[in-house]
């Protein structure tokens, strides 16, 4: 049966040259706008080289602590070392990875000892849960520890590009490296990730200093950014509830001061929208779904126009099809076939105008749903693999999206087109 519906669907392009032209551009241009959509949000969520372990990730970026003896109040983006510590004590999390640059984002000096050479990267200073947490693939050497960042060892690990900028190639661990000035040890090296993977990201990782003696000025406060993993997607919410337990018993202990976590710890997808105030799941789910329906909905609308205008020039056929015994169903089967291969051949187009879009335009595409430009402010170009385009779920999202847009297109006007009788049908052109 669908055989027959491609063969009718390519009959009819033969004959309608300039509508399918437009037909499959216009559904092209819609499929590219949500399939662009769909792409941001799978690179910032979903389970992809080295954060394969958001499902089951709690993270916390910002603290408020309140004096209760009426001092006022301080705001962070987010937490000390100390904090970390103190939560891995306190909870039953698989890691608590701290991490964060010294002040800002802006790339810093990394070169040999000895050389003029230099390059420029970002420096991230994090704990040894960190390599727990973030699912790095050494190609050389290991990540440093505990025992590293409680002896103070001038330790790093870099990524295969800076390797492969500085010495020509990646089996490097064990030799000197300076950064801002420093000279470290190398004992890792990782394979590329990408700046479109924010909180994983650096050109090279150091022990967080002074780790084990970290005094407390303000409660938790700091510039460090804290994520937590559960030892199972089921346990994210036992886990949730740890980490409020734990500020609890905390603040209970110094009562001069309160935290306030505003609705914190939360899984890692939802805290790009969770910026000054809490956000519900609910608010998010709807605020991408109007997003999404206004995307194909508007489209909808047009090309139903087209299809409503075609229908009107097959009513003779209809009456035919319908006097030799055709039921409405079946000729409702077979025009939403026709379309459904016009559909898709536009979201075939779509959806290579989309990859095209992302990976030229991907600097300010990557930080549409976000409130910073990690991307432009630090003056890295996020690099897009082929493991954040081509996946099953992008694929079956761009499926969906053309049947949801074939449906809405076709469907209205084909039943309009049905509602007159075989005579009316069949004497429409006279």
Not at 46 to 59: D, F, K, S
Not at 135 to 152: A, E, Q, W
Request: glycine share 6%; proline share 3%; net charge positive.
């Amino acid at each position: 049966m669908f055989k027959i519906y491609l063969r009718q669907a390519w009959n009819l392009v033969k004959q309608n040259k300039l509508f399918t032209s437009i037909y499959v551009i216009g559904t092209g241009l819609a499929i590219a706008l949500t399939m662009i959509l769909f792409i941001v949000h799978y690179i910032k969520f979903a389970p992809i080289y080295p954060e394969e372990n958001r499902g089951r990730t709690l993270v916390i970026r910002r603290l408020t602590l309140h004096y209760n003896d009426n001092r006022g109040m301080y705001q962070s983006n987010c937490c000390s070392p100390y904090l970390g510590k103190y939560l891995k004590e306190q909870t039953r999390a698989e890691a608590v990875a701290v991490f964060g640059t010294s002040n800002t984002l802006s790339p810093k000096e990394i070169g040999k000892p000895g050389e003029s050479n230099h390059s420029k990267g970002i420096i991230k200073m994090v704990n040894a849960d960190f390599w727990k947490l973030f699912t790095f693939r050494f190609i050389n050497g290991k990540p440093f520890t505990d025992v590293d960042l409680n002896s103070k060892q001038q330790v790093a690990v870099i990524q295969e590009k800076t390797a492969l900028q500085l010495f020509g190639r990646t089996d490097v661990a064990g030799e000197r490296i300076l950064l801002e000035g420093k000279e470290m040890k190398i004992v890792g090296v990782v394979e590329n990730s990408s700046v479109a993977t924010p909180d994983s990201y650096a050109a090279a990782w150091i022990p967080i200093n002074d780790y084990a003696k970290q005094v407390q000025k303000e409660g938790f406060l700091g510039n460090f950014h804290i994520s937590l993993q559960a030892a199972t997607k089921a346990g994210v919410d036992s886990l949730k509830q740890e980490v409020i337990e734990a500020f609890r018993k905390y603040d209970a202990d110094h009562p001069e001061t309160t935290h306030e976590l505003k609705g914190q710890p939360v899984e890692n997808w939802l805290s790009y929208y969770q910026h000054d105030k809490e956000v519900s799941v609910k608010e998010v789910v709807l605020k991408l779904l109007y997003l999404l329906l206004a995307m194909l909905f508007i489209p909808a609308l047009n090309l139903s126009g087209m299809i409503s205008s075609r229908m009107d020039q097959r009513q003779v056929e209809i009456g035919v099809r319908k006097a030799y015994g055709a039921s409405n169903l079946a000729i409702i089967k077979q025009v939403l076939g026709e379309n459904l291969a016009l559909t898709v051949a536009g979201g075939i187009v779509g959806l290579l105008i989309a990859y095209l879009i992302i990976a030229t335009c991907s600097q300010w595409i990557l930080s549409l749903f976000d409130d910073t430009d990690l991307y432009s402010f630090a003056g890295i170009s996020p690099r897009i693999t082929p493991e954040m385009l081509f996946s099953s779920w992008i694929i079956g999202c761009a499926f969906g999206a053309c049947l949801l847009l074939n449906v809405i297109s076709a469907l209205i006007p084909t039943v309009w087109a049905l509602r007159h009788s075989i005579i009316e049908s069949l004497h429409s052109k006279q």
